[in-house]
């Protein structure tokens, strides 16, 4: 009855812990919320005067499948001005979100036996819409001591007749951690060497920190740019998640065929989010300068007490807003009959004992770590960890 393309979909790992916390909640219970991935910040004003301005002025019908041109104009400045690269127009469509313009890339791209590489720790969606597009994820471990940056050489052994391509993420969700430019062209020439076709996800390449630079692949050459399909969005660094606006920019031929694939699903983008959107990348950006600031404070206070708990280790990310602590030193202990032996394990030990939500590695592909999101206050930052930690004092 169901179609065998949505058998191959399991259901996401976080959902037994998000549903316990619900229940949790339900009850009244005081639970801190470190799953979230989405700013804790408002929408600034400026951005919602825009789309009230929209509605009191009509604009509220449909526009072009692929967005208006005031917006995709918008886009082409932002990638020049930010990024060093070139478009027009009928190189960018605005999509209802990074993810959707993700999922349009893979239905353009992706047909029956197609390989594409994901490094893992990986973005949760990215496994799942390639085989819902009857392809095959090729998942290939990167590693702490390498601040999670794919090997070239690991690369190479991954690659076959039937890859055809490779899904980078910087900054990285869940891990924090960013590609540098020697990193980046060693994959660009790997990847032009095998035709491989490069989908970087850069939607929080505004959520950087310590004086690093974002840089994105499509930068490095022409060559390496006619390859990449760059991701983006308005979501984390505008705090516009509910307002589901993202964009790609590439090739001409597969932008148009993503916009054909966009007019007989979603068609347009709300056109009043789209008119938000060019406020906000046209607008003063001091807004994501002072939410920038507060992420880097609330990051360095969390790496620092994580890594005073006993079994946990915690590298500095550069980026996002998420840390990503090795718990692997906790497995094999216990409290009363139960034994930690996984992420999974951890996770419900620490909702149902210590009130905290926070995601397993092994949803990411990473068994031994967690994922904990720092896009809420320092007083719930604090009370959590501050749980976690006793929590973890009664495991032996």
């Given amino acids: 009855m169901i179609a065998e393309r949505a058998t191959k979909v399991k259901p996401s790992p976080t959902l037994a812990v998000d549903s316990k916390a619900k229940q949790l909640k339900a009850k009244g219970m005081d639970v801190v919320n470190f799953g979230v991935g989405e700013p804790d910040f408002d929408t600034p004003e ?43 127009k009928e190189n960018i469509v605005v999509s ?17 036996g197609d390989e594409v590489i994901i490094p893992s720790p990986y973005w949760v969606s990215y496994p799942d819409q390639v085989l819902l597009n009857d392809a095959i994820p090729i998942i290939v471990n990167t590693y702490e001591e390498d601040e999670f940056m794919l090997r070239p050489e690991v690369l190479k052994e991954k690659i076959t007749s039937r890859s055809k ?48 630079k974002h840089i994105s692949i499509a930068s490095l050459s022409e060559e390496i740019k006619e390859k990449t399909i760059v991701v983006n969005g308005l979501s984390k660094a505008y705090a516009m998640t509910g307002w589901r606006i993202g964009y790609a920019a ?53 790496v620092q ?21 090795n718990i692997s030193n906790i497995f094999g202990k216990k409290i009363d009959k139960n034994i930690i032996n996984s992420s999974m394990d951890l996770s419900i030990y620490l909702l149902e004992k210590a009130l905290v939500a926070l995601v397993p590695g092994s949803a990411f592909g990473a068994e031994g770590y967690i994922r904990i999101s720092y896009a809420t206050s320092m007083e719930n930052l604090s009370k959590g960890i501050d749980r976690i930690s006793k929590a973890l004092e009664q495991l032996i």
């Fill in 305 to 325: 007490e994580l890594n005073r708990i006993p079994g946990v280790s915690c590298k500095m990310p550069k980026g996002a807003f998420y840390v990503f602590p």
């Fill in 165 to 212: 391509a490779l899904i980078l993420n910087s900054p990285s969700n869940p891990t924090g951690f960013i590609y540098t430019e020697n990193a980046l062209k060693e994959i660009a020439e790997i990847a032009l060497k095998h035709n491989l076709y490069i989908i970087s996800d850069e939607i929080y390449e505004k959520l950087i920190y310590d004086n690093e």
């Fill in 250 to 302: 590439g090739h001409t031929e597969i932008i148009k065929t993503m916009t054909t694939i966009q007019s007989q699903s979603t068609s347009n983008p709300t056109s009043i989010a789209q008119k938000a959107a060019v406020a906000a990348l046209r607008g003063n950006q001091n807004c994501v300068s002072e939410m920038r600031k507060e992420f880097e404070k609330r990051r360095n206070f969390l």
């Fill in 96 to 112: 209802c979100g990074a993810k959707h313009s993700l999922y349009n890339i893979a239905q353009a791209l992706f047909g029956p």
């Fill in 46 to 88: 400026h951005i919602k005067e825009a789309a009230i301005k929209a509605i009191k002025d009509g604009f509220t019908k449909y526009t072009p499948v692929g967005g208006i041109d005031e917006l995709k104009e918008a886009i082409i400045e932002k990638l020049e001005k930010d990024n060093k690269l070139t478009y027009n």
